[in-house]
């Protein structure tokens, strides 16, 4: 049984670009919630995907913005990188009908770094 | 608002001795409670929650919380620690303002440290 797996992960970029990360979750899993993790921070929110659509968003710019496909597999992007965005970007997947008691499966995350 | 607290930075332990991680909550409602350890350069890992029922919840590679309401605290601890428990370790709580989004709030995590 595959667990929530992610790509590239590590990966370099300088101010202004765009990336793209993708999240690909567990098998059984509709949803899948992306987090941003600063070193020496907890994650933090970024926002959450089912059924295609975004259901709930963090604190975050505009800049961020996501996408989920058929598959239930999903993308991050961000654009007009900034130094600051530099942190481990976390993808994490669960069912939408147990989305108050079941935990998130989380996967080992894409290192971004903005030069 | 919702919040969570880590008040230690790193525990420091040696091994075979008994661990305790605090955290304590802030929240309106009914808290769900969770814990997670990360490695390093890996994801997160869950370890345990408290939904409702007991308020001792035992977890993953021998790890345990007691949820305790009237202090508002979900403290990890462990009977015996191993070296390779040493790691960091994140206590969450369940954003219950955006209603069943499934949105943790995490606190700032503390590194637990088990010397030989």
């Known amino acids: 049984d595959a667990g929530v797996t992610q790509s590239p992960t590590h990966l370099i970029k300088t101010r202004g670009q765009q990336v793209t990360l993708r999240c690909s979750p567990k098998s059984g899993h509709d949803t899948v919630s992306w987090y941003q993790q600063a070193l020496g921070q907890g994650p933090q929110f970024i926002f959450q995907y089912y059924e295609e659509e975004e259901r709930q968003r963090g604190n975050f710019p505009d800049r961020f913005s996501g996408h989920q496909f058929p598959n239930y597999s999903s993308e991050l992007n961000v654009n007009a990188l900034l130094l600051g965005d530099s942190a481990l970007y976390l993808c994490?997947?669960?069912?939408?009908?147990?989305?108050?008691?079941?935990?998130?499966?989380f996967g080992e995350g894409s290192r971004l770094t903005v030069l | 608002a919702q919040s969570v607290a880590q008040p230690e930075d790193q525990v420091n332990v040696a091994e075979g001795n008994p661990l305790t991680v605090k955290c304590t909550y802030s929240?309106?409602?009914?808290?769900?409670l969770f814990w997670y350890v990360q490695y390093p350069n890996r994801g997160l890992q869950f370890l345990l929650k408290?939904?409702?029922?007991?308020?001792l919840v035992k977890g993953s590679y021998g790890f345990e919380a007691e949820f305790n309401k009237s202090q508002t605290s979900f403290h990890l601890k462990k009977p015996s620690a191993l070296v390779s428990d040493s790691a960091l370790y994140f206590c969450?709580?369940?954003?219950?303002?955006?209603?069943?989004?499934?949105?943790?709030?995490f606190g700032q995590g503390t590194t637990l440290q088990v010397k030989p």
């Open positions: 408290y939904i409702t029922g007991d308020n």
């Open positions: 969450a709580v369940r954003d219950e303002i955006s209603g069943n989004t499934g949105k943790l709030i």
């Open positions: 929240v309106s409602g009914n808290p769900y």
């Open positions: 994490a997947s669960s069912l939408v009908r147990a989305s108050n008691t079941g935990e998130l499966f």
